[in-house]
């Protein structure tokens, strides 16, 4: 009964995830980035690819980079998930691009994390161990600068 009813709650999501963005165009970003993240979470993970990729269009469209960006690695985790570990390494990396623009670097340890993760599953533990260790530095240095505010 549960499942049956989480299932109508994603039809209707999906039927609004469409139809929002004509009565209002920019809040409805957020709206296919949060049905994303519940298809990933029911395993639903090829209307998850979809919805990120709605995500990002409408991060274009609207010239929203810190949207491109999560759509970017929310698609990483996905295909992460789905085993497609080199397409998980290609959103991973578009991601991470966007965030070092923008400066995000706690976002950028996120991805530098994810890509270490990847190369381990791939069994390159030399990447991953690079990108683990860049992880940890931005880590250490956001703390830091937390600690120690100039």
Do not use: W
């Not at 949060?34 to 990120?52: E, V, W």
């Amino acid at each position: 009964m549960v499942v049956q009813e989480l299932h109508l709650v994603v039809l209707q999501l999906h039927f609004l995830n469409f139809l929002l963005p004509l009565f209002i165009p920019f809040p409805c970003i957020l709206q296919p980035e949060r049905l994303g993240q519940l298809l990933f979470h029911i395993g639903d993970l090829n209307g998850a690819i979809t919805a990120f990729n709605n995500t990002v269009a409408l991060g274009e469209k609207y010239g929203d980079k810190k949207e491109i960006a999560q759509g970017y690695g929310n698609l990483g985790v996905v295909y992460e998930k789905h085993g497609d570990l080199d397409k998980a390494i290609v959103f991973y990396q578009k991601s991470l691009k966007l965030d070092e623009e923008l400066n995000r670097k706690q976002n950028m340890a996120l991805n530098y994390s994810n890509l270490g993760q990847v190369y381990e599953s791939r069994g390159d533990l030399d990447k991953s161990l690079e990108f683990h260790q860049k992880a940890l530095s931005l880590n250490e240095l956001q703390h830091l600068s937390r600690a120690y505010p100039q």
